[in-house]
């Protein structure tokens, strides 16, 4: 059968998400793609944006993209693909359909294309995504958008993966696993 292509890593702010979505990208060269779109008006955005592409390491190849990322991911891969993260993709998303204030369910055929992306996939994808669902509900329209449009995505995201971990205070949980024929403590199967 071969071994798991696709790991969903969710987790809250400063969780440590990212750190171990990276730590799964085991399979060389390595492909980043970046969601977060540089805004040079917010300085604080920019140096978070240069302080994570800096820690990673400078033999992976980044990408920065929004709008192509289903495509990105449907590109063939001989390495792992690791996409940081599906919240600012979704921001992005949301932004360029004007979607804020329309109708719910505005941005689907982009995330419909995403799902199919990731259900397709056969390198290695890692992608890392938050988790929003486990707070008060936002005050704003805009917020609750948000939530709600990014816990369908990951809930559908998390049918198509392979592995789907919780990462908490920097430990990873595992939430779903590949079938206990995928793999064996001795190897693949």
Not at 49 to 55: N, P
Not at 60 to 68: G, K, R
Not at 154 to 165: K, P, T
Request: one cysteine or more; glycine letters at 8%; hydrophobic letters at 40%.
């Amino acid at each position: 059968m071969g071994r798991p292509t696709r790991t969903l890593v969710l987790g809250g702010a400063r969780s440590g998400k990212s750190a171990h979505a990276e730590s799964c990208a085991v399979t060389e060269p390595v492909r980043y793609l970046a969601t977060g779109r540089r805004d040079h008006t917010d300085e604080d955005w920019q140096r978070r944006i240069d302080l994570h592409r800096a820690s990673r390491p400078q033999h992976w190849s980044t990408v920065e993209t929004v709008t192509s990322l289903a495509a990105s991911i449907s590109e063939p891969w001989d390495g792992t693909t690791l996409v940081d993260d599906l919240g600012t993709w979704l921001t992005g998303m949301l932004d360029d359909a004007r979607a804020w204030e329309q109708p719910r369910g505005t941005i689907t055929p982009a995330v419909d294309d995403l799902v199919e992306a990731v259900a397709d996939c056969t390198s290695t994808l890692v992608l890392v995504s938050p988790e929003v669902g486990l707070s008060v509900v936002p005050g704003s329209r805009s917020g609750r958008l948000f939530r709600d449009e990014l816990g369908l995505l990951n809930s559908r995201l998390a049918a198509v993966c392979d592995r789907v971990l919780l990462v908490v205070a920097g430990l990873a949980l595992t939430l779903k696993e590949p079938p206990a024929e995928f793999i064996t403590a001795k190897g693949e199967v």
